[in-house]
């Protein structure tokens, strides 16, 4: 895909003039990324789903790093931005053993999960097993799910809307030579208790399912494998239980041609009411089976056919009934296996599909998710593996592994940007130019750009959605003298870059470029008393903060310093081809230097706030107060010293709870005060 969109253009018109030229780049803060997470000897990340409006949890297991021989489960929260909370691990004295996730749901009464515990018994038995556990990650239950079984495992879980349970696996009766896995799942009430199990003893070989779906009439929908004819070759199987665990119908998939069979390992139903399974074939082809609703075949395709490896280990279905699914990929003559997502059209051809880690690195997809925001795209968590030398041997060791993207799997963010300039022989005509990047409007599931002209003629549009954006450039033609601010949108899935310019026909704008700044404890604020620069009509600024930051055009712009002293703040103004500069040396003195009223208090009130960074709410509380006070309240400020917020506190009360979910992001100062004393005084960041 080109990084340099094109406009449509009527005109076939080379215009051999560059009179002036003005230029700019919106920016946004980044939404997407590629994070890994280390900090133990080994750790995958498994599953993920969404928590709240602005973070996801993650869940699997880790290697302790004294043992490759001791792993545990564990749980995490990831911000829309890639920040990622403690790790939790999961312990408890009625986890005795290794304790392993493989997939979990968040309900009313806390997370669900499911995988397998190895009690560390002289028989080394390993459990299906399910856990409950609290907002908190500690463990409130758990249950072994076959406790006649020597070696089982629960690969997925879901829930209907009365609470029920299902979990599907495989179980290996302990009385089989040799021991086979066979199908195994199970209906539990909301409260644990088992209401019944299927066992599948029909197929001889290695069997499981690794998909369930609940079912309207409350039974369920298992997807998985079966194998027949021994390791080499396998079948898919798909299975209608009802809500009393008989089978309702079973659909077994045989793609036993050339060098083997197929797998499933993921399940969605269709917004066109059927389903989609996803997995591979038995010697390394990525597989989506599309059915109806009785689970009879619609298509199959297998994707990916000059790679060497490839698979797709989860599916979901779009309500435009196009399909995601991901997994990994692996091509010839390279030593990386790479995470995958795809995307197919409901009549299974392919659309488009993304290749993510590095070259030398195996990095596996494992589960994903939609995101919360913005919505439309797609956060897959996964394993990046490096190879190292542990106790002489070489050792896979794995970080967990989380991507987000946009709705085209892609990182980036739309940036718009263009150039304009004046025909000399026709004044009154302007040559615009496209310069953005990362809309790709050319492309399935791709952008498109709006261009309005501000002079209240038609807007142009092209694009996903409108006329191809076949050209660069576009002519257009003002009939009065004015400022004019023209304005590019770049808008690709949810996320939309504007840029606004000034254009200026007959109309000598003479900006003159003016800031004053007030510095609270090196973070300074500064304000914009330029004249002439018609900021609603296009006119734009450019900060240089004399520090060697990066430069900013925020109107009113807050910048921290980290060391004392005297800095060449410069404003640049532009409107048009004018442009002012103003430039003075702001003095910083404060960095380090506590407040007048520092921020533990006085009379040995120590005042804690926290977090910071905040997002939605903010905590203050009095620590150890001798006495309960009077009352007091809390004030938040703006840099300007606008008060923005202000809380009376119970005097019963040592903390408060502030909600600041409503406020820009940005920096605030707070005061805490009682009796007209001032407790604490001190900054706070508001993030999102």
């Keep these: 895909m080109k990084n340099k969109e094109r406009f449509n253009s009527v005109f076939a018109i080379i215009l051999l003039f560059e009179l002036f030229s003005i230029s700019g780049y919106a920016q946004t803060q980044q939404k997407y990324f590629e994070k890994t997470v280390s900090g133990y000897l080994s750790i995958n990340a498994n599953s993920v789903l969404n928590d709240s409006d602005t973070s996801y949890i993650i869940g699997g297991r880790l290697h302790l790093n004294n043992s490759f021989n001791t792993f545990k489960s564990y749980f995490a929260r990831v911000s829309c931005y890639g920040e990622l909370s403690t790790i939790n691990i999961l312990e408890s004295d009625t986890v005795v053993g290794d304790f392993g996730i493989s997939d979990f749901i968040k309900t009313d009464y806390g997370f669900v999960l499911t995988g397998n515990l190895s009690t560390n018994d002289s028989d080394d038995t390993i459990y299906a097993m399910i856990a409950k556990t609290n907002d908190i990650f500690s463990i409130q239950g758990l249950q072994k799910i076959v406790s006649e079984s020597n070696e089982d495992m629960g690969y997925s879980l879901t829930q209907n809307m009365a609470g029920e349970i299902f979990i599907g696996g495989y179980y290996k009766p302990p009385f089989l030579t040799p021991s086979r896995d066979k199908l195994y799942l199970t209906k539990l009430a909301s409260n644990g208790d088992k209401l019944w199990e299927y066992k599948n003893w029909t197929y001889p070989y290695n069997c499981a399912f690794r998909a369930v779906l609940p079912a309207a009439d409350g039974g369920c929908y298992a997807a998985g494998y079966v194998n027949v004819y021994g390791s080499s070759l396998g079948d898919i199987i798909f299975i209608k239980l009802s809500a009393t665990g008989n089978v309702v119908w079973q659909k077994v998939y045989s793609f036993n041609t050339g060098n083997g069979g197929a797998s499933a390992s993921g399940l969605a139903a269709t917004y066109d009411n059927g389903f989609v399974l996803c997995g591979s074939s038995n010697y390394g082809h990525a597989r989506l089976l599309k059915t109806d609703a009785a689970g009879d075949s619609i298509w199959s395709r297998e994707y990916f056919p000059n790679e060497q490896i490839s698979t797709f280990l989860?599916?979901?279905?779009?309500?435009?009934?196009?399909?995601?699914?991901?997994?990994?990929?692996?091509?010839?003559?390279?030593?990386g296996i790479d995470m995958l997502i795809t995307k197919v059209d409901s009549s299974c051809n392919l659309l488009w599909h993304r290749r993510y880690g590095s070259p030398d690195v195996h990095d596996y997809g494992y589960d994903f998710t939609p995101t919360i925001?913005?919505?439309?795209?797609?956060?897959?968590?996964?394993?990046?593996?490096?190879?190292?030398?542990?106790?002489?041997?070489?050792?896979?060791?794995?970080?967990?592994?989380?991507?987000?993207?946009?709705?085209?799997?892609?990182?980036?963010?739309?940036?718009?940007?263009?150039?304009?300039?004046?025909?000399?022989?026709?004044?009154?005509?302007?040559?615009?130019?496209?310069?953005?990047?990362?809309?790709?409007?050319?492309?399935?599931?791709?952008?498109?750009?709006?261009?309005?002209?501000?002079?209240?003629?038609?807007?142009?549009?092209?694009?996903?959605?409108?006329?191809?954006?076949?050209?660069?450039?576009?002519?257009?033609?003002?009939?009065?003298?004015?400022?004019?601010?023209?304005?590019?949108?770049?808008?690709?899935?949810?996320?939309?870059?504007?840029?606004?310019?000034?254009?200026?026909?007959?109309?000598?704008?003479?900006?003159?470029?003016?800031?004053?700044?007030?510095?609270?404890?090196?973070?300074?604020?500064?304000?914009?008393?330029?004249?002439?620069?018609?900021?609603?009509?296009?006119?734009?600024?450019?900060?240089?903060?004399?520090?060697?930051?990066?430069?900013?055009?925020?109107?009113?712009?807050?910048?921290?310093?980290?060391?004392?002293?005297?800095?060449?703040?410069t404003l640049t103004v532009v409107v048009c081809q004018d442009t002012s500069v103003y430039m003075q040396f702001v003095q910083v003195q404060t960095v380090g230097v506590s407040p007048p009223f520092f921020e533990g208090g006085q009379g040995g009130q120590q005042v804690v706030v926290y977090p910071n960074p905040a997002q939605n709410l903010l905590h203050f509380t009095l620590q150890n107060p001798l006495t309960p006070p009077a009352g007091w309240s809390v004030s938040l400020f703006t840099p300007a010293g606008h008060r923005v917020l202000h809380n009376t506190v119970s005097p019963a009360s040592a903390t408060a709870s502030v909600e600041i979910g409503h406020l820009p992001v940005g920096m605030y100062f707070y005061t805490v005060q009682s009796g007209g004393v001032v407790l604490a005084r001190g900054k706070v960041a508001v993030v999102r």
Excluded at 314 to 335: F, H, M, Q, R, T
Excluded at 400 to 407: E, F, W
């Design 314 to 335: 989860k599916v979901a279905a779009l309500p435009d009934n196009n399909i995601v699914a991901i997994g990994s990929v692996k091509s010839y003559g390279v030593s």
């Design 373 to 569: 925001e913005p919505k439309g795209g797609f956060v897959v968590v996964g394993r990046a593996d490096t190879i190292a030398m542990v106790s002489g041997q070489n050792w896979s060791l794995g970080r967990g592994y989380i991507v987000k993207t946009n709705c085209m799997g892609l990182l980036t963010l739309p940036q718009a940007a263009y150039t304009v300039a004046q025909d000399p022989a026709f004044p009154s005509r302007f040559l615009f130019t496209n310069q953005s990047q990362y809309a790709y409007p050319d492309s399935i599931d791709g952008g498109h750009y709006i261009v309005n002209w501000g002079d209240g003629s038609a807007p142009f549009l092209c694009g996903q959605g409108f006329a191809p954006c076949t050209q660069d450039n576009l002519l257009h033609t003002y009939q009065a003298p004015g400022i004019y601010p023209v304005t590019l949108q770049a808008i690709v899935c949810n996320d939309t870059s504007t840029l606004t310019r000034a254009v200026c026909l007959g109309v000598e704008p003479n900006p003159q470029a003016q800031y004053t700044y007030n510095d609270f404890g090196g973070a300074v604020q500064f304000t914009n008393l330029s004249q002439n620069a018609y900021f609603a009509q296009g006119g734009y600024c450019v900060w240089d903060f004399g520090d060697g930051s990066p430069t900013t055009t925020q109107l009113n712009p807050t910048h921290t310093y980290t060391e004392n002293g005297n800095y060449p703040v």
